[in-house]
């Protein structure tokens, strides 16, 4: 025997923890979908260990957090694939967490004794959807900046403790510097603790009861219900039994487990090699035209939300997670029948359906009805000028009159769609119009904004913004212009 | 137990071995690599600095300290710091420079008038005005001398910091 071993084993029984832990008698026939769980933690080890160096490369403040992004991004070595692996890894952890979910659903081994490692199991749920909430805003860019918006504005939605909850959350009134220091403490302090303790007492319960059996071995002549008195005798007779067939936690399971974890972080790192994760413009608080999108595992509850009328809309929007965590932590309370096999329960077997089904639909749904991608702008993100012309944009509200990209307009005004007006005049030519409409046209019902209204330096920047709107190939798109100067300024120009 | 069951065992341990190693080495290179990124990477490259526009207008026989802005990348961070050198010509056609802090704990030294060399008041060490050795008190090496180029009559001097408190002229 190894000399370490045996010198290790002298002091704190190894030999002990190894035949407790490692040595531990399983139920035979247990299925690949029985490694779901031990490639979540996979993948939480992962999170942590990316996480850590992230956190070297990042500042939590709005002045900075974008800028340390892209510096981990281009500046530091692996640092792109590095957050890759992150953002991947983040999404894994989800669909995880959900698989894992409805295998222990579907196997009925939330069922007793299992009932407080099914409750421990939604509250690991919520805390990844938390990692996933509060992790989306730290890059700092428009994609972060305005779907956290849209998160925040959601709970404020809440009944009564609505404006609470906005301020709790953004640790202000406004989306802000204190936001982004909020959620990165809970991001990277608060919520890995808790998550590191869950996951330590459902691991410890988990070795503590044995993983569930195959479901047949722990029907055949069960009581009907797990609440009669002689169901916890007959339990235990009939897990060790199931535990006969003489496989070991290791290497028997783990090898499976191994397998399917290494795989899933192979295609993750490949992920993270090949398509990476985002990085858009720096968040822009005054861009009102922006389209904020969530995370795709948020999409089907997005678009539920879309399909009720505006009336009803908060009303879902609390009103459906809560119904869904009520159920979740009522099931194996309510569930008290000793069946398990998912094809003798119709009821569950149908709600899962539904449930899975009605959300493929929705995400669907969601995919299809997403406009076209219309670049209302060159196609590249806007330089200072030309954001600050958008911002007089918005200011002058020339989006009452005029369309951009399917937005604003509208009214009897008869306001040209400038979607494209880049393409028709030159930078010179749309100075000189908003200056003196009435110089171009005589009817023109658009008013001077020369000076006094704004001044010329705003009248180049807004220009310099309407030169980049060129529809939907952006700068690929070669202008024809079809300026027409009256003589008086043809005159000047010479 | 049976050979093949022993077999059998040493597979799937085998298995299991090559799974943890293929994901500790494929997380752990992107990790380990970003994590020691900062000593990998080579160090900015040192520019010239204009400290001055026209030779003709600096004095000659006595030390000039010229301080001029340079813009430094802290990480994600850019930033502008005033730096100083002190330029000293005997001709004003050869000039010396040297990196005005002090070698000992990097104070801004003065020029001593009356001694005719430089005093560092935080812990009264002294050096001489033309080789910058130390003359007095506890630096550990002369000052820094830096590399001087005259064009068209203004001065540049290539800026650099050395580690201080150390024997040795290491950049920093």
């Known amino acids: 025997m190894n000399p370490i071993f045996r010198w290790l084993d002298e002091r704190v029984d190894l030999r002990g923890i190894k035949e407790q832990l490692l040595d531990r008698k399983m139920p035979g026939n247990l299925t690949w ?48 694939v590095l957050r890759g692996v992150h953002h991947w890894a983040a999404s894994a952890m989800v669909v995880l967490v959900l698989a894992h979910m409805i295998r222990v ?123 009669d008195p002689e169901y916890p005798a007959y339990y235990k007779k009939a897990y060790a039994k199931s535990k006969g067939a003489g496989v070991r936690f290791y290497p028997d399971l783990t090898t499976k487990d191994m397998v399917v974890a290494t795989a899933i972080i192979l295609v993750l790192v490949l992920l993270a090699r090949y398509v990476g994760a985002g990085l858009e413009p720096p968040a822009d608080p005054t861009d009102n035209s922006y389209v904020p999108r969530p995370e795709w595992y948020f999409l089907p509850f997005f678009q539920l939300l879309k399909l009720v009328p505006g009336s009803m809309e908060s009303l879902v929007a609390v009103g459906i997670p809560t119904v869904l965590v009520i159920l979740l932590v009522a099931l194996p309370f309510f569930d008290r029948s000793s069946t398990r096999a998912f094809s003798k329960r119709p009821i569950a077997r149908y709600s899962l359906i539904f449930l899975l089904g009605s959300s493929a639909l929705l995400l669907g749904a969601s995919y299809a009805g997403e406009q076209p991608e219309v670049v209302a702008e060159a196609g590249r993100p806007l330089t200072n000028v030309e954001r600050s012309g958008k911002a007089i944009f918005g200011a002058q509200q020339c989006g009452s009159c005029h369309a951009v990209a399917g937005k604003g307009g509208g009214g009897t005004t008869g306001a040209p769609n400038l979607s494209m007006v880049g393409l028709k005049h030159s930078g010179a030519w749309i100075h000189s119009f908003i200056e003196n409409p009435l110089r171009f046209h005589p009817n023109s019902a658009m008013p001077s904004f020369g000076p006094p209204t704004i001044s010329h330096q705003d009248i180049e920047e807004l220009t310099r913004y309407l030169v980049t709107l060129r529809g939907p190939n952006g700068e690929l798109t070669k202008p024809e212009f079809v300026d027409t100067f009256p003589m008086l300024i043809k005159s000047k120009e010479k | 137990m049976e050979a093949s069951q022993v077999g059998r065992r040493r597979f799937l341990e085998m298995v299991s071995g090559i799974g943890a190693a293929l994901s500790a080495v494929v997380v752990g290179f992107p990790v380990v690599r970003a994590f020691v990124s900062p000593t990998l990477a ?78 560092c008041p935080c812990h009264r060490g002294r050096f001489d005005l033309k080789t910058g050795a130390v003359l007095d008190g506890p630096p550990p090496r002369p000052l820094d001398e830096l590399e001087v180029q005259i064009r068209e009559s203004a001065v540049y001097v290539k800026y650099k910091e050395y580690r201080l408190g150390v024997p040795a002229r290491i950049e920093a």
């Open chain 1, 105 to 227: 659903f579907a196997m009925g081994a939330y069922k007793y004794p299992r009932e407080i490692n099914w409750l421990l199991g939604i509250v690991l749920l919520f805390l990844v959807l938390g990692f996933s909430f509060t992790g989306y805003l730290l890059p700092w860019d428009q994609k972060a900046y305005w779907a956290t918006q849209v998160g925040t504005n959601i709970a404020g939605t809440t009944p009564f403790v609505g404006g609470f909850l906005v301020k709790l959350l953004r640790g202000g009134s406004q989306l802000g510097a204190a936001t982004l220091t909020r959620f990165f403490a809970l991001h990277v302090l608060l919520m890995p603790l808790l998550l590191f303790v869950v996951v330590l007492l459902h691991l410890a319960i988990v070795v503590r009861q044995g993983i569930a059996s195959r479901t047949g071995a722990l029907e055949e002549g069960a009581p009907p219900h797990t609440s």
């Open chain 1, 33 to 80: 979908a029985h490694t779901l769980g031990s490639a979540t933690l996979a993948v939480f080890i992962v999170q942590v260990v990316t996480g850590i160096v992230l956190a070297m490369y990042y500042a939590p403040s709005p002045d900075h957090a974008y800028e340390s992004i892209r510096y981990l991004q281009d500046r530091v070595l692996s640092g792109a």
């Open chain 2, 42 to 119: 080579s160090p900015p490259k040192d520019d010239w600095v204009k400290v001055a526009d026209d030779t003709a207008l600096l004095d000659v026989g006595a030390p000039i300290k010229l301080s001029f802005v340079v813009s430094e990348q802290d990480a994600w961070i850019e930033s502008r710091t005033v730096k100083g050198v002190w330029l000293f010509s005997e001709d004003g056609q050869k000039f010396k420079a040297y990196s005005a802090r002090c070698t000992h704990l990097g104070c801004a030294f003065v020029w001593d008038a009356d001694a005719k060399n430089f005093l």
